[in-house]
């Protein structure tokens, strides 16, 4: 069923402009719910996002998800395996009422338990930033010539998502502005879109499980996203290029053009995921440390900012906020909700990391 309706959808005219005549926050009842657009995934078919009032706090969670990313015909193409992208809005993987960790509400530990969360979907295979459609050419594997149109829309879906938080949500306390995987990536750059709109709040950046991916091969993706067309005419961007940008630099530029920004990142030392993905892009396996990679882009992101914090855990489970294991993962002594307890309450945290705890780097913290 869902490939026929692939294919029906695919003959009709697709437009990916974005809607404005979206419900109001007010009109919307208890629990979650769907916010549907006119925007489009990766494939054409709709785009959606979700919202969750609480009546108990003015802080608010805006949360990016996350599932693979594709740079290249055969990885976007739907017809090709594997597929190594979350292509639909709407499938489980993307609905936070199927979601644990900081969505199970009813876990007295959760930080996020009085906040309005509002839950973007990721389907457009860019890790929420591509700038538009791209066409690419492959060959099949019986040599036949295929010509496959992506719409990676990440931007205009995510400023539609953005747009919608800024009319309904005008008098926050506290902002924090978290991504697993992917989504991490599109949380960094969209941090400091949502801290210069808030201005007058304090905003945390809490990425979850994409600091690995310092490659010298990263620019491929950039080129097929068009990352360049969509960054904000801030200084901290100027001269930037699909061939020079990096994923620390959304963390640096967002970071230096907001002061109310707090940065931190959360990895596992062996993410099995992070290493598949970097090995897709071009990096030959075995050819780098991935903790190694990851401290370099920490020290990287520090440096330029002076205030960057992280938790690293051990082993190579892939990211930690849609899982229970939110509430079980310890290293140094330190659990891992309690660390991110006290940094969006503005406390002072250290950088925890799975070096410096008795069970070592290779597995994971015992739940």
């Not at 489980?92 to 199927?98: G, Q, Y």
């Not at 991110?340 to 070096?355: A, E, Y």
Request: charge should be negative; aromatic fraction near 14%; glycine fraction near 8%.
């Amino acid at each position: 069923m869902r490939t026929l309706f692939i294919a029906l959808f695919l003959l009709l005219p697709v437009t990916a402009s974005a809607q404005t005549d979206l419900p109001s926050a007010d009109s919307l009842g208890p629990g979650w719910n769907t916010i549907e657009t006119d925007g489009v995934c990766s494939a054409g078919t709709p785009f959606q996002f979700y919202s969750k009032s609480s009546e108990r706090s003015d802080n608010m969670l805006i949360y990016f998800n996350g599932g693979g990313a594709c740079w290249f015909g055969q990885a976007c193409d739907l017809s090709m395996e594997p597929n190594i992208h979350f292509p639909f809005a709407d499938m489980d993987s993307n609905n936070p009422r199927l979601a644990e960790g900081v969505f199970n509400f009813d876990n007295s530990e959760n930080p996020f338990s009085d906040f309005d969360v509002i839950f973007i979907p990721y389907c457009t295979g860019d890790v929420h930033i591509g700038s538009g459609e791209k066409t690419y050419s492959y060959k099949d594997d019986a040599g036949n010539d295929v010509s496959y149109t992506a719409h990676h829309n990440g931007f205009e879906n995510t400023m539609t998502s953005l747009n919608w938080i800024y009319e309904n949500f005008s008098a926050v306390n506290k902002v924090v502005v978290a991504g697993s995987s992917a989504g991490a990536i599109g949380a960094s750059f969209y941090s400091g879109f949502i801290a210069e709109h808030y201005s007058s709040v304090p905003v945390v950046l809490l990425a979850d499980a994409a600091g690995g991916y310092r490659t010298p091969l990263l620019p491929v993706t950039h080129r097929a996203w068009d990352t360049a067309a969509i960054l904000p005419n801030w200084e901290e961007y100027a001269g930037e290029t699909n061939d020079s940008i990096t994923f620390e630099d959304f963390y640096i530029a967002s970071a230096n053009h907001n002061s109310n920004l707090r940065l931190a990142q959360y990895n596992a030392a062996e993410d099995e995921t992070q290493i598949m993905f970097t090995q897709v892009i071009g990096d030959p396996p075995d050819s780098y440390s991935l903790p190694m990679r990851m401290l370099t882009s920490f020290q990287e992101i520090e440096s330029a900012t002076g205030e960057f914090f992280s938790y690293t855990a051990g082993g190579p489970v892939h990211t930690i906020l849609r899982d229970d294991i939110f509430y079980q993962y310890e290293v140094e002594d330190i659990r891992f909700v309690d660390w991110v307890q006290d940094l969006i309450d503005g406390k002072q945290v250290t950088d925890v990391s799975c070096v410096d705890d008795a069970a070592g780097c290779n597995a994971a913290p015992a739940p």
